[in-house]
């Protein structure tokens, strides 16, 4: 029996004795003294449970869409520095490569570097077979050059023989070329006949171990400008390369010859280029927040331009020479901001909540004798988070409970609309586990899945918009019954297509397989829905399917009042190109599946027969990617 059910009691055979005329004890006396009334233990109970459960869903949504919000933006900072980083190595690379192939040629006697004519080939062939190279320049040990310029189209067009040149700055590259065991990144250079400034890489040349000259060849700044500029365009952010602390190497605003640029100042300095963010980036703040950016050597200030923030963030490289390059970009701070305010109004609203249903509470207490027990499972429901399963309260003709009624669905839309800024599967699982980290951003190897019908758009016109809704739910019924078979996740609907993954939150070892095995359930599907259809004299539905495995961000991505638990990634994209390359590919078949080499080299199982279906350049890909298509073999159980 609870203490509010003995205080009742008690009370009712205090009220039997009065009326029997029998005296009160003073024990008794001293008992009703120490007691409180049943309306006032039950709004207080309700009060304080009320009060409990909002501040901890307030407490527990908020920290959660905080560290999201701050991992959010940090991995989008190492994102964007590390992707600008890796295509300038890539950009730079073909330099390395072309250099190591004519100094081979040369030391393994394939070329006489005396025969001027052979040597011209080579180095003519080596520039054409990297355009990003602009010029490519031999010296021998005699100080006479032999020097091959690009024209605009990239082919080798111009040849000059130089004679002897024994200027200081050629002096200096033989002096260190004759102690490099490799080849090193020089200094930035003019050159007064194309009216450009290049990144210098020089390789020694020897012939069975005698030093006999030296390479060098020319990536020009503007055109490492021009490839910066698009790459930070991916991510509307404004890339740049700085050569030390003074002086920019690559930038927008460096895309043609700048007019300060000459022999004796080769890179404009950082206060010439006219980027006034960069101007004041030795001048600005250490942007708070960002630790787990620099500690993977990521740097972030925060400078104001006018009444503007912006957020510039870099990474130190050694690799290119002295001295050291800053790889990074800047882009305006409104929506880290914005993000960061929605987590202030999310705190007042969520305060606002506790207060209105606290004093709800102990206003209504007093009229809460008949819906107690209603009441208290209700509470207990709120308490577990389990809003989805708490019955609104039933009106009466008495007013106070009436009120009460309404009083407390009005908290329970409250606490609703609460839940939808932070999911409730979020919170119950951080409650079951205590590790907000399972949820976090992080990179795992999945496998994702996109499937789109053909020629949907076309059958989607010349159908009511009823029929087109009822299509696609029968269809995503058909196709999420065979992702839900094999463990997979949907991700989300984008039109006539699904978005599907394997491997998280919960870690598979067989995601290659399990995708697999729901694409061959579809087949199956589509085919038996296809007869179907027939039968009613209704036209063949056919599906793409493309599936990849690789890396991924997973987990809580989003602003804070729309979060979602999805993957973003190469990997993503490289899955729906695979889908998009059905159209290439198609065969007439109900169901056409495309997977990468990473997919099939994954598979061991005989139910599951891939087919080579050669190597393709997909968007955003440098590399070709190996395609094999998935073959519809026994029946999958």
């Known amino acids: 029996m609870t203490s509010s059910a003995r205080n009742l009691k008690r009370n009712e055979q205090t009220g039997r004795s009065e009326q029997t005329g029998q005296g009160v004890s003073p024990d008794t006396t001293r008992q009703r003294s120490s007691t409180f009334p049943v309306s006032l233990v039950l709004a207080g109970s309700m009060a304080v449970l009320v009060l409990t459960a909002v501040a901890f869903v307030l407490f527990i949504g908020l920290w959660t869409s905080q560290r999201n919000t701050i991992d959010l933006l940090n991995n989008q900072l190492e994102l964007i520095v590390g992707s600008i980083e890796s295509d300038v190595r890539g950009y730079l690379e073909p330099a390395l490569a072309q250099v ?20 011209t080939d080579l180095l003519s062939g080596s520039l054409a077979a990297a355009p990003q190279i602009e010029v490519i320049v031999y010296w021998d040990k005699d100080f006479r050059q032999l020097v091959i310029l690009n024209d605009s189209s990239g082919q080798a067009a111009t040849v000059i023989e130089g004679g002897r040149d024994n200027s200081e700055a050629t002096k200096i590259k033989d002096g260190r070329a004759r102690i490099a065991t490799g080849p090193f990144w020089d200094d930035i250079v003019f050159s007064p006949e194309s009216g450009r400034s290049y990144v210098n890489l020089v390789q020694p040349v020897r012939v069975k171990g005698e030093y006999i000259g030296f390479l060098v060849v020319g990536v020009s700044l503007a055109e490492l400008s021009k490839y910066v500029t698009e790459v930070g365009d991916l991510f509307n952010a404004n890339a740049f390369i700085l050569y030390g ?138 308490g577990a988070l389990d809003l989805a399963h708490v019955s609104s309260l039933r009106g009466s003709r008495v007013r106070e409970l009436n009120d009460q009624a309404i009083a407390f669905n009005s908290m329970l839309a409250g606490l609703r609309w609460f839940e939808t800024y932070v999911p409730r599967t979020l919170v119950t699982r951080l409650i079951r586990t205590g590790d907000a980290s399972s949820l976090e951003s992080q990179e795992r190897i999945l496998t994702v899945m996109f499937t789109d019908i053909v020629g949907f758009t076309a059958e989607s016109e010349r159908l009511p918009a009823a029929e087109v809704a009822s299509l696609l739910n029968e269809h995503f019924a058909l196709l999420g019954g065979c992702v839900d078979s094999e463990g997979g996740t949907i991700d989300k609907f984008i039109g006539d297509g699904l978005m599907a993954f394997w491997g998280a939150p919960d870690e598979q070892g067989d995601t290659a397989i399990r995708a697999c095995r729901a694409a061959l359930k579809m087949v199956q599907a589509v085919e038996a829905e ?79 027969v891939f087919e080579p279906a050669g190597s393709f350049q997909v968007k955003g890909k440098f590399r070709e990617v190996s395609v094999y298509r998935l073959l519809a073999g026994e029946p999958v159980g």
């Open 245 to 382: 602390r003074d002086r920019v190497l690559a930038h927008p605003l460096l895309t043609q010859t700048h007019p300060e640029q000459s022999i004796e100042n080769p890179v404009v300095a950082i206060g010439r280029v006219g980027d006034i963010v960069l101007d004041g980036i030795w001048s600005g703040q250490p942007a708070e927040f960002f630790d787990r950016a620099a500690k993977a050597g990521v740097n972030v200030v925060v400078s104001e331009v006018g009444d503007v923030e912006h957020v510039a963030f870099y990474r130190w490289v050694n690799d290119f020479g002295s001295p050291p390059w800053a790889i990074g970009a800047w882009l305006v701070s409104d929506d880290a901001d914005e993000e960061l305010e929605r987590l202030a109004f999310a705190a007042a609203a969520g305060l606002a909540i506790a207060v209105i249903a606290t004093l709800a509470a102990v206003l209504l207490g007093r009229r809460l004798a008949r819906p107690i027990s209603l009441l208290a499972q209700s509470a207990t429901q709120i």
């Open 100 to 119: 190591e192939f004519v100094r081979r040629r040369i030391a393994t006697g394939a070329v006489d570097p005396s025969d001027r004519q052979r040597l």
């Open 530 to 608: 296809n007869a179907k259809r027939e039968i009613n004299q209704e036209s063949r539905i056919r599906v793409r399917i493309g599936i990849h495995s690789g890396p991924v961000v997973v987990g809580n991505i989003g602003a804070p009042g729309r979060m979602n638990y999805t993957i973003v990634g190469d990997t993503v994209n490289t899955g729906q190109r695979l889908e998009s390359l059905g159209k290439e590919l198609d065969r007439g078949e109900s169901v056409t599946t495309l997977v990468s080499d990473a997919v099939a080299s994954q598979v061991q199982d005989e139910h599951i």
